[in-house]
Nanobody
Framework: QVQLVESGGGLVQAGGSLSLSCAAS????????IGWFRQAPGKEREFVAG????????NYADSVKGRFTISRDNAKNTVYLQMNSLKPEDTAVYYC?????????????????WGQGTQVTVSS
């Protein structure tokens, strides 16, 4: 069992930056694939970024590639999402999720445990 708690959301102007954190409980954190997803009002939840167990590489949605960076610190049971050059269309509730490494990093169905989400609002 893994419990996830996101933090770091808030209100920022377009072009600004925010850093989200996802703190996890459980001794097996390092064995999980971790993903960040987001859901804007009236839209379906979508993949933002994901990172493998070792943290050596990340995958990104095209819409955030080059602006967002995902990283993890397994010693601290924490995953981070650094968001730069934010745009109003990045406004959403951001969720982190943990899943089996046998699944695809891109799909919600691969993730078993979810946090409660943190709101990110980007003003124009």
């Amino acid at each position: 069992q893994v419990q996830l708690v996101e933090s770091g959301g808030g209100l920022v102007q377009a072009g600004g930056s925010l850093s989200l954190s996802c703190a996890a409980s459980g001794r097996t954190f390092s064995s999980y694939l971790i993903g960040w997803f987001r859901q804007a009002p009236g839209k379906e939840r979508e993949f933002v970024a994901g990172i493998i167990r070792s943290g050596s590489s990340g995958n990104y949605a095209d819409s955030v590639k080059g602006r967002f960076t995902i990283s993890r610190d397994n010693a601290k049971n924490t995953v981070y999402l650094q968001m730069n050059s934010l745009k109003p269309e990045d406004t959403a509730v951001y969720y982190c999720a943990a899943g089996s490494t046998s699944g695809s990093i891109w799909y919600e169905s691969s993730y078993k445990f979810w946090g409660q989400g943190t709101q990110v609002t980007v003003s124009s």
